[in-house]
């Protein structure tokens, strides 16, 4: 070994063990790539959905978008990903309530939005959701009052 080649093997050893691998990071959440693939997927079924007239007909393929989101912010609330996902979420069941007028869709879509509000207030998005819960108050639920709150 030549002389100095020991510092360059110590900084390399350290760098590997204090370096976060691809797995779960502290906390219990995932790294950001692999929410960054589940966030894609979920994008891509929410486009492929409001793309598709055959697609946004049925409430079970609405329902199946809605879970990818919820197994990010579920299972990955840490992560840079989990208040989009809230968000998007959210705004999905806003969106079905139009095709189902079922208020439980309604319903869904503020407690979500409540969720992104107080559990992300420091998010660019929880400005967002707040609007979102006036506005379903205001137009929706016809509850001025609420929707001022």
């Not at 204090?18 to 502290?26: N, Y």
């Not at 906390?27 to 693939?37: F, L």
């Not at 309530?97 to 207030?121: M, P, Q, R, V, W």
Request: some cysteine; glycine content about 6%; hydrophobic content about 30%.
């Amino acid at each position: 070994m030549k002389p100095g080649s020991h510092i360059y093997l110590l900084t390399f050893i350290l760098i590997y063990l204090f370096t976060p691998s691809t797995g779960l990071t502290e906390g219990g959440s995932k790294s950001s790539s692999g929410t960054d693939q589940l966030l894609a997927k979920a994008d891509h079924a929410r486009k492929t959905l409001l793309t598709s007239p055959d697609k946004i007909k049925y409430r079970d393929n609405w329902l199946k978008c809605i879970s990818k989101y919820q197994e990010i912010y579920e299972n990955y609330p840490k992560s840079n990903q989990a208040p989009w996902a809230l968000y998007q979420a959210a705004l999905l069941y806003r969106r079905l309530y139009k095709y189902s007028s079922l208020d439980k869709d309604l319903d869904n879509a503020l407690i979500l939005f409540k969720k992104l509000t107080d559990g992300y207030k420091d998010h660019r998005l929880a400005d967002d959701g707040l609007y979102q819960r006036g506005d379903i108050y205001y137009r929706e639920k016809n509850d001025p009052a609420q929707a001022y709150v």
